[in-house]
């Protein structure tokens, strides 16, 4: 099996560095699943039988660096170089007529506090909290460490305890995951 992602023109061109995996990663909730990470793609390759069942070119201006995929859900924070993070969600598109699904990852909060900071800080390493899942941190080269952490975005007063990742992801009757808060909507605390 041979990738090359869809951000080069043709394959008649000369590969350059945006064409380079920047890094593979099994999927923690699914291990028949991988993530490559490409400059500015990302695709999702079941391994058993080598297909491409998700592939998406993430454009922000800025190089993608890490991807940190949740273990108890079907769920990951994508980091920039520059230090923008999101955090995506599963969902699965059901079309009736012709008996076919979509696998989607949709995009439910992000942040990008770095980008007021400095044009010289880049993000060197990121790694998610193994326990909760729902906290990384983000290790820059001026040696700073940035954690952050998801929470509702209608939260007024300070959680009492560290949210997991069960506490802001559930599934709904349809067997779709969806924000579990009450606001339906997440942030990024830091």
Excluded: W
Excluded at 4 to 14: V, W
Excluded at 58 to 78: H, M, N, R
Excluded at 94 to 119: A, G
Aim: glycine fraction near 4%; charged fraction near 20%.
């Amino acid at each position: 099996m041979s990738l090359e992602p869809r951000t080069i023109p043709n394959s008649s061109t000369k590969l350059n560095n945006s064409s380079s995996i920047i890094q593979l990663k099994y999927h923690l909730a699914y291990p028949q699943l991988l993530f490559v990470l490409f400059p500015t793609e990302i695709c999702l390759v079941e391994t058993q039988h080598c297909q491409v069942i998700f592939s998406s070119i993430i454009d922000t201006g800025s190089p993608l660096v890490q991807i940190l995929p949740c273990a108890e859900k079907d769920a990951f924070f994508l980091i920039h170089q520059n230090g923008t993070c999101s955090f995506r969600l599963a969902n699965f598109h059901f079309f009736d007529e012709k008996m076919i699904s979509e696998l989607d990852y949709e995009r439910k909060c992000s942040i990008d506090s770095m980008q007021r900071q400095s044009i010289r800080l880049r993000v060197m390493g990121a790694s998610i909290c193994p326990t909760t899942n729902s906290s990384f941190v983000l290790l820059i080269n001026s040696g700073k460490l940035l954690i952050y952490q998801l929470e509702d975005a209608r939260q007024e007063i300070e959680p009492y305890r560290i949210g997991m990742i069960n506490d802001f992801i559930e599934l709904n009757e349809e067997c779709q995951m969806r924000v579990a808060s009450k606001s339906g909507q997440l942030r990024f605390n830091f």
